[in-house]
């Protein structure tokens, strides 16, 4: 389960944290790959304290200013974030 995530409404808005524990978006698009997660085996904890299922793991790649490229491992999906 994750709690707390720091949702990110646009790419031109994204934060760098070295230090966070788990990288959660909300499009798939930017994904070089991914697979399912089987329904109901990790959850993410909002701050109104609704939950929503995690439905894909993979490598991301954000578009970044400039062509930088940045690859996010292990990046969780979940749509209604």
Known sequence: MCSHPFVVDSLTRWIVDMEATKHI?????????????????????????????????????????RGNKLLLHDTLYASGV
């Open 25 to 65: 978006v909300l499009d798939k698009t930017e994904f070089m790959k991914f697979h399912r997660y089987p329904v109901s085996s990790q959850n993410i904890v909002l701050e109104n304290s609704s939950d929503e299922d995690v439905l894909r793991v993979g490598i991301y790649q954000p578009r970044l200013h």
